[in-house]
């Protein structure tokens, strides 16, 4: 009777711990985008990068703190606007969210960003206007090319590849497309390019008619947009109608598959981009992720999916690290990360920026951004 009695006291004491190691966690991961809208192509691609990421890591059987680890997609949609943006990050904050990838316009995440830092949430965003990471918040970090980069390299391939002498500056006064066209137009006069024009627009617009007839006089060599493709697209569209010989040279918001299909046959090879990272085709794991996406989604991972996802996986790496879910565990992890995502190297300096991020010039053919070079 006393070994019977031992057995089954002793069978009651290992079932807590067995509870224990059987228990899961769910961690919710905010994402923010837009989902409707003029960019809500855009959105729906980096939203299928973040599930692509956390679907595989559901897989792997993560232990964090004990805890079997159930990653949770939260998505709202913040429709490219800054009011939405604060409002979609306040509910975020709400919910209890442990990270957010995302927002993806800079307009968004400069003004959200407070929100998340009020909160103490981990952000890891896209967005790239200076600004950004110039707040000088402990938990918000950048995980592509800034403007400088981006606009900066576009300039000096328009300077040296494609000896560009002139060029007209478009911006949608966003603060991704201020931001960007101001490093362009910087890079640009200190490699003896010309700046014969500046004008503005904005991220509503889609007739150019009278910018554009005011260009033509001027007989640019080139017209830079900082803006994204539903703008870019009717501008090279309605330059081609205009008879304005020019290229047309854009940062990362150009370089979609949007562009082939807002500007139809005008969208060919005298339109030029310039997106973060290395060029996939060219890395393993980079094909690999393409291939996964269009099986995934029937349809092609466009400027940013692979961000998001390499975004998630960084997070999910610092908490491992941690050992723990929680922002404030497993943020200061975070910023001294050294890890290889399908984009290429991530390592962040003082002010969260990567301390190296290449930048890809695309040309396009047959309305698609194909990869030239990385520069």
Known sequence: ????????????????????????????????????????SAGKDNQGGLQLAIERLNTQGLVIGGKKIKFEMVAEDDQADPKSGVAAAQKLADMGVKAVVGPYNSGVTIPASRVYNEAGIVTATVASNPKVTQQGFVNLFRVAASDSQLGGKMALYAAKELKIKTVSVIDDRTAYGQGLAEEFTKVALANGIKVVSKDFTNDKA????????????????????????????????????????????????????????????????????????????????????SEEYQKKFGRPAETYAVSFYDGMMLIAQAMKA??????????????????????????????????????TVFRFKDGLPVALTSY
């Open 206 to 289: 889609t007739d150019f008619s009278a910018i554009l007839t005011s260009i033509k006089g001027k007989k640019p060599d080139a017209v830079f947009i900082g803006g994204y493709a539903p703008q870019g697209a009717p501008i090279k569209r309605q330059m081609k109608q205009l008879g304005i010989d020019a290229v047309l040279l854009g940062g990362d918001g150009i370089c979609s598959p949007e562009m082939g299909r807002l500007g139809g046959d005008a969208i060919g090879d005298t339109v030029y981009c310039t997106q973060g990272g290395t060029m996939l085709e060219k890395a393993k794991e980079g094909k690999a992720f």
């Open 322 to 359: 941690a050992n723990s879910v929680e922002p404030k565990q497993y943020g200061p992890a975070l910023a001294s990360i050294k890890y290889k995502g399908v984009v290429g190297e991530y390592e962040f300096d003082d002010k969260h920026d990567l301390k190296q991020s290449p930048v």
């Open 1 to 40: 009777m006393y070994n019977r009695m031992t057995i089954i006291a002793a069978s009651l004491a290992i079932l807590p711990a067995i509870a224990c190691a059987q228990e899961v966690q769910t961690v919710k991961i905010g994402f923010s985008s837009p989902l409707t809208g003029p960019q809500a």
